[in-house]
């Protein structure tokens, strides 16, 4: 197994992954830890571990550090990146560098809002976080991908665009670190006077639709344990889309003041739509954000990514339930928490 370590996610609280580690090691599983270096490492890293035949590759990190690695795992549905295609300086791959069958997602969840680990139901505890990733069952989560002026990036969670991508795009980590996700209700509070609201054209499955701000989702959840779109399962095509139709301070406070009371769905003049290809338009460009991050700007077309990926989620649980769409502790995905499975993770 590789973990990829972002040092700069969350409150770096390395103590968590050091006891995770520990715990793994003490069960004699053999693992690598790799630290990130800068933007867009983890993606690097976690595509070269599977194209060495990786089959358990670890995030820990937030949801910008999953979605990076999730990135990098795409690679394993990718014909380019097949045997024949994979060429180092000129000569063809040895056969140690070929692609495996499937390459899992794991998750230390080290971040600041921590979404999808909220979503899959994962647990926090060292000993439970090691006991997921060393017997978890694999769940499908089917990542988006937004297409825009400086080119594609792939989520997991979810991506927005208005005033809550300019909030993302301007919070501090010095701040982050010292608030957690308090950091973002500091910085809504500096920005609501001096944004300026703009209204959007999202086109949904070729239907147009003014708005005042919105999210794609491919869970159900936002900002971190709270509800926002309860249809939304992770491990299946398609989005669900958050239309809000009034944009200014108002609404905003009134969004902020939902979100933590698990209201936000219930927002006067919001809609919620289910559709497979959203394109935002916008008079000027708007920055967006999607899992947390900063990721460019409009006009932005938004897909699904061409195949689903396997995360570890608990064997059992209703964070895993709303992954698959099944009721929970019933078996999906290529793989089941079974004593075979177990033992092979455990060895590494
Ligand atoms: N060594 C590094 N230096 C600077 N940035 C990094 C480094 N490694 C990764 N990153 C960037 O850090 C960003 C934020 O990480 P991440 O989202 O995991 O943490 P977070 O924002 O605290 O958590 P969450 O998204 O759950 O709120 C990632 O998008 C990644 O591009």
């Known amino acids: 197994m590789l973990v990829i370590y972002n040092p700069t ?3 770096r609280r390395i103590w968590l992954l050091w006891s995770v580690l520990d715990i793994l090691m003490a069960h004699g599983v053999r693992l690598d830890v790799a630290e990130t270096t800068h933007p867009g490492h983890a993606t690097a890293l976690a595509r070269e571990a599977v194209l060495r035949g990786a089959t ?18 795409s690679v394993q549905h990718d014909p380019a990146a097949s045997p024949q295609g994979t060429l180092r300086g000129g000569r063809m791959a040895p056969a140690a560098t ?13 971040g600041t809002a921590n979404v999808l680990a909220h979503e899959l139901g994962l647990p926090h505890a060292a000993a439970e976080v090691a006991a997921v990733l060393a017997a978890g069952r694999p769940v499908p989560l089917w990542p988006g991908i937004a297409h825009g002026p400086t080119g594609r990036r792939l989520f997991v969670q979810m991506l927005g665009i208005g005033f809550d991508a300019h909030v993302v795009h301007n919070v501090s980590r ?24 703009a209204r959007m054209q999202a086109t949904i499955d070729g239907v147009a639709h ?13 900002g971190g344990p709270y509800m926002l779109a309860p249809e939304a399962v992770p491990g299946e095509r398609g989005f669900s889309i958050i239309l809000f139709g009034r944009a200014g301070v108002a609404s905003a406070l009134l969004a ?61 649980g209703a964070g895993s339930a709303r ?12 793989g089941t ?8 993770r455990l060895a590494g």
């Open 56 to 73: 358990l590759v670890v995030a820990a990190g937030g949801d910008g550090t999953i979605a990076e690695v999730a990135e990098g795992l």
């Open 256 to 316: 902020g003041a939902a979100l933590p009371l698990n209201m936000l769905q219930r927002l006067p003049g919001t809609r919620r739509l289910r559709g497979y290809e959203i394109t935002i338009t916008t008079p000027v460009a708007l920055p967006a954000q999607s899992d947390g991050d900063p990721a460019g700007s409009t006009p932005l077309r938004i897909v699904d990514a061409p195949a689903p990926i396997h995360v570890l989620a608990g064997v059992r």
């Open 323 to 334: 992954a698959t769409g099944r009721p929970a502790g019933a078996a999906t995905g290529p």
């Open 9 to 11: 996610a969350g409150r």
């Open 98 to 110: 070929r692609r495996p069958v499937a390459c899992h997602l794991g998750i230390i969840p080290l």
């Open 174 to 197: 010095p701040v982050k670190r010292a608030l957690g996700r308090g950091a973002y209700v500091v910085q809504t509070l500096r920005e609501l006077p001096r944004y300026g609201f």
């Open 210 to 222: 003014e708005t005042g701000g919105i999210i794609v989702s491919k869970g159900s959840l936002y």
């Open 337 to 344: 928490a079974d004593g075979a499975v177990a033992a092979e």
